[in-house]
């Protein structure tokens, strides 16, 4: 036997019963829940980055569990269900997808002989959101529609400054090209020295650091985007390759006999060196 959509949602509802459910999933709230599904969403990620297609199935049901966790709590609040998040969501890729389902509707189909091109195809997907995001109302009353509203404010930084460089580019405040993106990457660096050296001699304040190294980031991001590189996956690959060399040190001091926390950081780099030089083989 199989268990199926609709055996998870009755689970759902079991376990949110106020009488007999679940206290832990019966006191939860919208807000209580997001730092679980931002979790699950990273798991999901981990999972599908080591490979292990066994937990990537695990994982993504940790995190469907998460969107029938919301839908039910809507359902209860009267806001929306899950059937109603699924034809919002088929909906809206119907329509952003012209180019697949030419009548708007999920039976129409495109003619394989005629199909438009790229960048027809990416200009339509534009187009289509920008008209979705003006259709939505204003945080408030006295805050204008922007070019760059829709673009979440609790996504992380990094990811948030890639999507707001990338819409602001689309609409032409954007470097011409790269060169003058390391010029600003140096002047930035050169900034934030001088921060940091007016916060140590007392003449400056401690935000203007956050502030400069703030904005070396938005460089960086900036720097990566013109390369058509991923911030966050460069960053996912540094780390990996920091922890790997870290282990590796800890590794051939225990093999010796020796402990890291006696060791000069002259010894720690010298085998560091080592590692480094294993790996390039």
Not at 38 to 45: D, K, Q, R
Not at 160 to 172: P, T
Not at 271 to 278: E, L, N, P, T
Request: aromatic share 8%; charged share 35%; with cysteine.
């Amino acid at each position: 036997m199989s268990y199926s959509i609709d055996d998870l949602k009755t689970l759902m509802a079991r376990l949110r019963e106020p009488d007999t459910g679940c206290p832990w999933d019966t006191k939860q709230t919208f807000a209580s829940i997001v730092p679980h599904t931002i979790e699950e969403a990273y798991e999901v990620a981990d999972a599908i980055e080591q490979g292990d297609y066994p937990h990537v199935k695990d994982e993504l049901g940790d995190l469907l569990f998460q969107v029938i966790f919301y839908a039910r709590m809507g359902q209860e609040e009267g806001h929306f269900d899950f059937d109603g998040i699924v034809d919002n969501l088929v909906r809206k890729l119907i329509r952003r997808h012209p180019h697949v389902f030419p009548e708007g509707t999920l039976e129409s189909r495109i003619d394989p002989d005629n199909r438009p091109t790229e960048a027809w195809i990416k200009e339509s997907w534009e187009r289509i959101k920008a008209e979705e995001r003006a259709q939505k109302p204003a945080p408030d009353a006295d805050t204008a529609v922007s070019r760059l509203d829709g673009i979440a404010r609790t996504l992380p930084a990094m990811a948030r400054a890639e999507k707001l460089q990338r819409r602001a580019a689309r609409h032409g405040f954007d470097w011409p090209d790269i060169g003058p993106v390391f010029d600003k990457l140096h002047e930035e660096i050169d900034e934030l020295k001088e921060a940091w050296q007016a916060a140590e001699d007392g003449t400056g304040e401690r935000d203007a650091v956050e502030d400069e190294l703030g904005d070396l980031l938005f460089v960086c991001v900036n720097l990566a985007r013109f390369m058509k590189v991923n911030p966050e996956q460069a960053l996912k690959r540094t780390n990996r390759k920091f922890e790997m060399r870290f282990r590796a040190i800890e590794e051939i001091l225990a093999a010796e006999g020796r402990d890291m926390d006696e060791e000069s950081l002259e010894a720690l780099d010298a085998i560091w060196q080592r590692v480094k030089g294993v790996e390039k083989g």
